[in-house]
């Protein structure tokens, strides 16, 4: 019997970024649900799908992902931020969750899914 593969739920908005992510996630074995490139999108797929992790970009064109992670601690979802400003472009209350800097850091990434026993 195959084992599943981890549903890693990706919101980016920039294409490259994307992109990057989801080659290095699928080469560490899980399956991308989305990508979401907006916060309703996003909003949706946490609210809907079986999943074991969620990478969330912070800033999403006209709005943040901060909605996204509160569904998804909710529901017990591990997750970690992207951004560009580091720590202190999180929401201080989500400030515990783990968080990558642009440019991503993919052995940290990997470092995190570790972690979170997502691989």
Known sequence: ???LQPQVLVIE?????????????EGLG???VG????????EKLAR??????????VN??????????????ERGVPFAFITGYGKAGVRKDLQGAPVLQ????IDRLEQILRESAVI
């Open 13 to 25: 908005d920039e294409a490259l970024i994307c992109m990057l992510l989801e080659d290095v996630l």
């Open 1 to 3: 019997m195959a084992e």
């Open 30 to 32: 899980c399956a991308i």
């Open 48 to 57: 809907s799908e079986a999943l074991q992790f969620a990478v969330l970009d």
């Open 60 to 73: 999403l064109g006209r709005g943040d992902s901060f909605g996204v992670a509160d569904i998804l601690a």
């Open 35 to 42: 990508p979401a490139m907006t916060v309703e999108q996003g």
């Open 102 to 105: 642009k440019p991503i850091d």
